[in-house]
């Protein structure tokens, strides 16, 4: 088996906040994170596939068309958005990194081809916090 990954980047804003939640208890949870008026990122996104190599290419999967798939169906729709408010795929969902790469996972996968499977996606808010999800 043979991972290819490719890495792709946007800029964000987001609030994290459960409505469900006071906001004393948001604010004590999400910190500064719960700011009313959100907050930014310069997310780096990660996305690894696998396969075996086609005899006739040598690749797993073509990377020009890894990166076309990824800023078609998460990049175009997230670059320089209101992840709360902009992105129909986040609505209802509190914009954790965790929550998002999971949400990224189910998008690319239904848009991979049938030849290769998807095997992680990391989403990197800063260079210190970043969550990878490998499926369920």
């Known amino acids: 088996m043979v991972y290819i990954t490719r890495k792709a980047e946007f800029c964000a804003s987001h609030r994290l906040h459960n409505p469900k939640l006071s906001d004393d208890r948001n604010r004590a949870l999400y910190g500064p994170c719960n ?37 078609r169906e998460i990049i175009d729709r997230v670059d320089h ?9 986040l609505w209802g969902v509190i914009p954790t990194a965790e929550n998002i790469v999971m949400c990224f996972w189910q998008l690319l996968e239904k848009a991979l081809p049938p030849f290769c499977a998807l095997h992680e996606v990391r989403l990197w808010e800063n260079e210190h916090n970043m969550a990878f999800y490998r499926g369920s």
Not at 81 to 89: G, R
Request: glycine share 8%; no cysteine; hydrophobic share 35%.
């Open 81 to 89: 958005k209101n992840l709360n408010i902009d992105v129909d795929f």
């Open 35 to 71: 700011n009313p008026n959100g907050h930014g990122h310069n997310y780096t996104l990660e996305v690894t596939v696998r396969g075996i190599p086609d005899p006739q290419t040598g690749m797993v999967m073509n990377l020009q068309e890894l990166n076309r798939l990824i800023n």
